[in-house]
């Protein structure tokens, strides 16, 4: 049998079986306009819109007009749906009488809908979201009878403009690996925003001087990368040196470790005297001569002494002719 989980105000709870879920509905313990994820389209979708619980909902008048395809748990008048981004938990829940909407998760309220007071034929919403997307605005039922409801109006969402920058900066890398640094405009909100065309001082603080890099935005986003060959950490800070007003993410370190072991290096002095200890070194580096300091292996070593004398160098001589 199939299990889902139910986000409700933001909190993931469950799974649940579909038996389950109908004993919650019916202590009240989750309200129809809940989330659930459904597998089969690997989306959040309503409660309400996945399983047929009506004749469980206290006070449900069904309704005579509605088919299969409009037909809802409540028979009050308009509500607004949010379109929720795909394989995301959604934290925004719909309000009776306030149309305020906010990324903090809202109390799951019954019933979902907007309650619309119409004065002189005219009513008036005002909503507020905060996520850039789109809306949904459709009226699902209408107690009064042969009124035909408008269809589904959507409204764009576009960001700000923006207000600060992130960027997503690995903390560790093997030396000889490319790293990748993204750089993304957001505004107030933290919705990305294609309006930023701006460039920014990225400065590398490492064992050599402080390198400078200009980093150019193109519609919100920019890229960096370098390649590092030497074990250290290197620090990386970020700069408005325009003025813009931008907030920036603090100093980011990254720690650029060794790479595969590659070959051994004999350290030992040119010479000794006879009689003196003589030290050696042998050390495990990557192809960059970078420590492997996780080598923990073992190797033979043959140490062997040239015994063979020294050749004379025999002397040449050049007969001396008297005159």
């Known amino acids: 049998m199939s299990k889902y989980i139910v986000s409700q105000q933001g909190?993931?709870?469950?799974?649940?079986?579909?038996?389950?879920?109908?004993?919650?509905?019916?202590?009240?313990?989750?309200?129809?306009?809940?989330?659930?994820?459904?597998?089969?389209?690997?989306?959040?979708?309503?409660?309400?819109?996945?399983?047929?619980?009506?004749?469980?909902?206290?006070?449900?008048?069904?309704?005579?007009?509605?088919?299969?395809?409009n037909v809802d748990i409540y028979p009050q008048l308009p509500t607004k749906v949010i379109q929720i981004?795909?394989?995301?938990?959604?934290?925004?829940?719909?309000?009776?009488?306030?149309?305020?909407?906010?990324?903090e998760p809202t109390q799951s309220p019954s019933p979902p809908y907007n309650q619309v007071v119409f004065n002189s034929g005219v009513a008036n919403l005002e909503l507020r979201q905060v996520q850039a997307g789109a809306i949904q605005i459709r009226f699902e039922e209408s107690t009064i009878p042969q009124i035909s409801l408008p269809e589904t109006h959507v409204i764009q969402i576009q960001a700000a403009q923006a207000h600060s920058i992130?960027?997503?900066?690995?903390?560790?890398?093997?030396?000889?690996?490319?790293?990748?640094?993204?750089?993304?405009?957001?505004?107030?909100f933290g919705n990305s925003t294609t309006q930023f065309e701006n460039n920014l001082d990225l400065v590398v603080h490492s064992q050599h001087a402080?390198?400078?890099?200009?980093?150019?935005?193109?519609?919100?986003?920019?890229?960096?990368?370098?390649?590092?060959?030497?074990?250290?950490?290197?620090?990386?800070?970020?700069?408005?040196?325009?003025?813009?007003?931008?907030h920036l993410p603090g100093p980011q370190l990254i720690q650029i470790k060794p790479g595969a072991l590659a070959r051994f290096v004999l350290e030992s002095p040119p010479e000794t005297i006879a009689?003196?200890?003589?030290?050696?070194?042998?050390?495990?580096?990557?192809?960059?001569?970078?420590?492997?300091?996780?080598?923990?292996?073992?190797?033979?070593?043959?140490?062997?002494?040239d015994q063979k004398p020294q050749q004379k160098v025999k002397p040449i001589g050049f007969p001396i002719k008297k005159v």
């Open 166 to 188: 992130e960027w997503k900066v690995p903390p560790s890398v093997i030396s000889g690996e490319t790293v990748n640094v993204e750089f993304y405009a957001c505004d107030h």
């Open 275 to 305: 009689g003196e200890n003589l030290s050696l070194t042998i050390k495990a580096v990557d192809k960059f001569g970078n420590l492997v300091v996780d080598f923990k292996g073992e190797i033979g070593l043959k140490i062997s002494l």
């Open 210 to 246: 402080p390198q400078h890099h200009k980093i150019q935005f193109q519609s919100g986003e920019a890229k960096w990368s370098f390649t590092p060959t030497l074990t250290e950490t290197i620090q990386l800070e970020l700069h408005d040196t325009l003025q813009l007003g931008l």
């Open 11 to 69: 909190q993931e709870i469950g799974p649940y079986t579909e038996d389950e879920i109908r004993a919650l509905l019916q202590s009240k313990q989750i309200q129809p306009i809940d989330y659930i994820y459904d597998e089969e389209i690997q989306d959040w979708v309503l409660i309400m819109d996945k399983f047929d619980f009506r004749q469980i909902i206290p006070g449900h008048r069904p309704n005579p007009m509605a088919t299969k395809d």
């Open 85 to 103: 981004p795909k394989n995301q938990a959604p934290l925004l829940s719909m309000e009776p009488k306030t149309s305020t909407l906010s990324s």
